[in-house]
Nanobody
Framework: QVQLGESGGGLVQAGGSLRLSCAASGRTFSSNTMAWFRQAPGKEREFVAAISWWSRGGTSYADSVKGRFTISRDNTKNTGYLQMNSLKPEDTAVYYC????????????????WGQGTQVTVSS
């Protein structure tokens, strides 16, 4: 499995931006789909975005973040990113990165590797 650790969360006003990072350890990171999920208090963990392990494999986004969030990765640095623009109060949640050998899954059950999460709070 891949070990993951998120950073970059914080408090931001509505309309602002944040960039989350996900640092991975393990030689297999470059062959994994990397994804971001989020979980708000009292709600289930939900899919945000995913990126395949190779450059032409594509990306996938939840409808709620399309056009505002961008997922990317740098396999040479074993790091993934989530650029979040035009943030809304409803984006407030703990954000988790996850890794899977499957191709662009969106079900949390398909991801065996998870980070500890980073809090994102968007004030109105």
């Amino acid at each position: 499995q891949v070990q993951l650790g998120e950073s970059g969360g914080g408090l931001v006003q509505a309309g602002g931006s944040l960039r989350l990072s996900c640092a991975a350890s393990g030689r297999t990171f470059s062959s994994n789909t990397m994804a971001w999920f989020r979980q708000a208090p009292g709600k289930e963990r939900e899919f945000v975005a995913a990126i395949s392990w190779w450059s032409r494999g594509g990306t996938s986004y939840a409808d709620s973040v399309k056009g505002r969030f961008t997922i990317s990765r740098d396999n040479t640095k074993n790091t993934g990113y989530l650029q979040m623009n035009s943030l809304k109060p409803e984006d407030t949640a703990v954000y988790y990165c996850a890794a899977s050998r499957a191709m662009l899954p969106t079900d949390p059950a398909a991801f065996p590797s998870w980070g500890q999460g980073t809090q994102v709070t968007v004030s109105s």
